[in-house]
């Protein structure tokens, strides 16, 4: 009887991961659009006012780790950026997912 209990656990905790993976773009609409634009170019009111970046450049890609992206995601860009730190707000699952979806504008703008 506490086996299909574990069983079900295990699979509703493994299907929450999942999730949270596959949904970086709505966390990226609710945390990230205004400044960064929905295309990822930053051409919006705010991107231009706070100097977002453009996440469709190949150089500013290329320019960057997985891993740096994640740390400025989770801690904010080093220097004069208003953008906030996210640690405290995103888990770390979500922040990845969120990494996910700042490369794949770089792969959309690829010719």
């Not at 780790?65 to 906030?84: A, L, N, V, Y």
């Not at 770390?92 to 010719?111: N, Q, Y």
Request: overall charge positive; proline content about 5%.
């Amino acid at each position: 009887m506490i086996l299909p209990k574990i069983a079900l656990a295990c699979t509703v905790l493994a299907l929450t991961g999942t999730v949270l993976a596959e949904d970086g773009k709505t966390l990226y609409q609710d945390h990230c659009r205004k400044c960064h634009g929905s295309e990822g170019n930053a051409r919006t009111a705010r991107g231009y006012l706070y100097f977002a970046r453009d996440f469709t450049r190949p150089a500013w890609q290329a320019r960057r780790s997985d891993e740096e992206i994640f740390r400025i995601i989770s801690e904010g860009p080093d220097g004069w950026s208003s953008m906030p730190a996210y640690s405290k707000r995103l888990s770390d699952a979500e922040r990845r997912a969120l990494v996910k979806v700042v490369r794949d504008f770089g792969k959309s703008a690829m010719p």
